[in-house]
């Protein structure tokens, strides 16, 4: 499986990194206006260069790509993989809004891609393991998910800027997890927070808390902050008729410091999100490569994508209007 | 400190041992109208009976009473102590609707009464340490507080029909606990759920998410289920933007256990009220006590009662009409 | 059930309160030739003070004993009281010396006592449920017990003179543990330490490290500090062929904090014994009562203080001379 | 920085993925007599064969070796290295004895060679950080550490048969981290164990607690056992005057799952020597290319190899005449 790579930023740095470590695939080509960047990653791993994307779409010795391009270039670069034929992973999110998505759907019919996005969490090894014990019933029927969900520290204002919004950007990912655990979302109910006076002015919201029901009444809660002193805060509990499963943040070591007035004091969480999902960037890529290698449909999809966009664009509404929104 | 209980049941035992056994006070008197609850109450513990709680008001050898009466007769009992001048620490909550406790506070007008509600939670160690850090600014501003809140299991239908509704009747306790540390509250967001089929013709929802915002824009989240398989499942996270103050539950021993398939398996929660706040119950009578010898106003009060009462009512309604309701 | 204490000390205050509390038995009379304690101790509970151990010993209305005199007492004390046809429960150690406590077995012969004597970490909670879970078989045959068993802070130097030594005086209770899940000790290894330069004249170490042999091979490890910076640092292991039983430290509270540099830090652990083992008193005196209600043998007993003491005089023996000490 | 491997067994493995990862050094050959493991090796990674260690010595091309031969040839390819100027690390033991490694050391003299021993645990980022911790007076002048360290199964009989006996096989590891805490050991207690029938007629224990004193009567406790349920086993303590620091066991994921008769359970160990100290081969190498890069010592090297070696011998002569041997 020869692979190219569609940009040569900080992502497909990642990807490059664990595409050159496994086995199962080689990392061959690179494309990024960026000139610099390109040939920086080109010769670390000895890649060809391409011009554009389209000449790697038109590149017999390409046979899959990972698309890194900036997140409005990605509808077109799904779009150029599926007509050349070509599996896609596709970094989230898929668009900006729900109507692109649904147009891409259209444009996309007939060609029968293979295209996966790219919801890292699904595939870290903890959230996937309690959601392999979810679904093997160890826990009985899911009836709460409960989600913590911080950074470690607010981007720049500029990326706010034009980031689509915290529940766009970040909860993203968060509504993909509570779709993970609960599948299809039928209400959203969000409340947004302006905690941090230095982002204001930014017209986004630092901070939200919101909650999520599925048909069947189960409920999944999420909570956010742009930032949190002591890492990345990721925690996931899902709590069944029979019992709880609970995964905590991860740590650089298992140390822990007793003194007299504290004890059992651990490091703070890993705090860049290429350490703390490195695992999970490889594991995704795992499940890319096997399902081309199977034949089969790659999970999580567009249609994971447009959901999530969609729940994102309902929990914008509910905490600008203050109403519950049904989906 | 001579006492006088008013009631003899479940949690008037739970008042009685612990008065039996504080040295800043003695339990001197009870009455209930159920003779055979009284008399063993008063033959264990060497009490005199009162015919009703009003000799009991007019009994000189009294100093202070302990109100464990039905809800019904909380706003009676207390109006009846504040007449007699005497002390009173009653059980939560004061009323059904917020209508009566505005009565009440009309009747209690110049009559400048001690009056204590029993929101034992609030003197939980490790709820009251977590406050005591908070407030102590151990965190920084507290952003977002995270209340999970499960009952062991389901009280009989009967009490539920009775019991006001799981706002009014369980989730008080953390609309409570949410004051205690975000103080007034103004929006309301509330899901209920109906998971147990056999609780679904009751009426009332048996799982909610409620999420509260006070005027600074600070958030507390409420998870609440009438049943856990692990036992009585009370914890508490306060997120402030230098760190996160954390009470797990309370098992009753610390053993951990490791095998082939698992490792550091801890016991369950402990499961019953009575057990599980034992010592919060004594540290709210100290405080009572206390608040008595120093004459000051105790804490927390009927302002505080009625005050989550208020936010009872607006998350029943949040539930009903999906609104966010603000207050 | 009527008591009789003898000694009105801080261990006999412990006991004291767990009688007043127990419904299973009354506390009727004290003695002790300190008056100011004695009077304090009677008139906190209403007591009758007797004279002398003597006279309680003749005293018909006393059925039972729980001895608290100074260690030195104790054999008169546990004689007098089966020569009186009372139960005891005596505090330990037994005596100083093996050889006193094979006088006094002699003494006994034909009486047929009932002598409890107060091992009171048997009874704590959680080494308890070990203990009930090793013995269940929760993890097969054992075959390694690791036991940290540090004091918060060392004694005076005064006590230190007297107390016989590290071993008979702290490690005693060790000892006892040890037995308590390998039965009879066969093979006793000691290390000495000296750490505390305030301590080196006491001729006395402040450190230690045992470790303890049964028949079967099985081994057990003691590790011991006459102080400990985070407080009464009392854990346990039992490593079996199929698994591993852990008992943790005790903390007032379960708060965790988390800030920039240190995460999920705790409270230190409780630091005085009387608290630490609080419970473990009160489940000691439950045996005693039971034990006597039920005519059977309570456990542990005599035979169990004289075994204790002999792995004491070996690990003195053994880090004396540098040798491998065989029983 | 162009590195030759000798031996392409199972560690010679790690090693080689470890030097393919990094970007500081380039594996460039490989040497094995077993024909078939080295045509892999040196086929996955591009490899040049070399027929023997000596032509590797004397390959202008190769700048540093790593030997992973079998032990009794590793004072031999130590020797080749050193004569021929090139760094080398070699994985332990040095040798099976005392006497072996002295005669190196002579036959080193004058060569002033770079060689670094395998002692990877020192390596290992949750041992590193206690050691790091320990070493800036986190937790006071060091006075005792635990060590336990248990492997998930017993190796096959003919492997025990060669192995040297457990202390120089396993307990080694043990030792090099009691010194890498406590440096020179003065003293050692060995207890043998024989628990595994399937074991006894091997000649050898199956498991061992040993306790180490340093010249300041610092203690350190080392607890093995050939097997364990719930993975390989690798715990640390470091009792400090004024703290304690602590190392916990690896597991897969931070998963903890709750039940009806168990909470926060968690994942067995990592079971796995390559797995559970991934991390630290990878920093072992980093070591060692830093030092040849900074032209300075590597450590651990020889001299830490003799001295884990001679307490080893210590260890077995304690356990088998039942003294407590002095170095």
Redesign the interface.
Known sequence: MRIGLIGAGRIANVHARTLH?TDDATLVAVTDPDDEACEALASKYGLKRHESADTMFADDEIDAVVICSPTPQHIEHILGAARAGKPALCEKPVAMETSSVEKLNKDLEGLDPIVMLGFNRRFD??FA??HE?ATAG????I??V?I?S?DPAAPPREYIATSGGIFKDMTIHDFDMARFFLGDIV?V?A?G???DPELADTGDFD?A?I?L?NAE???A?I?N?R?????Y?QRL?V?G?????????????????????????????LDFFLTRYEAAYARELDEFLSAIAEGRTPSPNIEDGAKALRIAEAAEE?ART???V?L
Do not use: W
Not at 227 to 231: F, N, V
Not at 244 to 257: G, Q
């Open positions: 470590q090894p903890s393991r309690v014990l160890a826990v009985g029927k009836e709460q409960t913590i911080r209400s109910a409340i927070q302006n905690l901070g808390v909650t029901t009444g189960a409920a809660t909570v902050s930032h949190c002193a002591s890492g805060d509990e709590f008729c029979s019992g709880t499963l609970e995964a905590d943040n991860l740590r650089p070591t298992t140390v822990r410091i007793s003194g007299r007035d504290t004890t059992a004091g651990m490091d703070p969480y509910s203050g109403t519950i049904t």
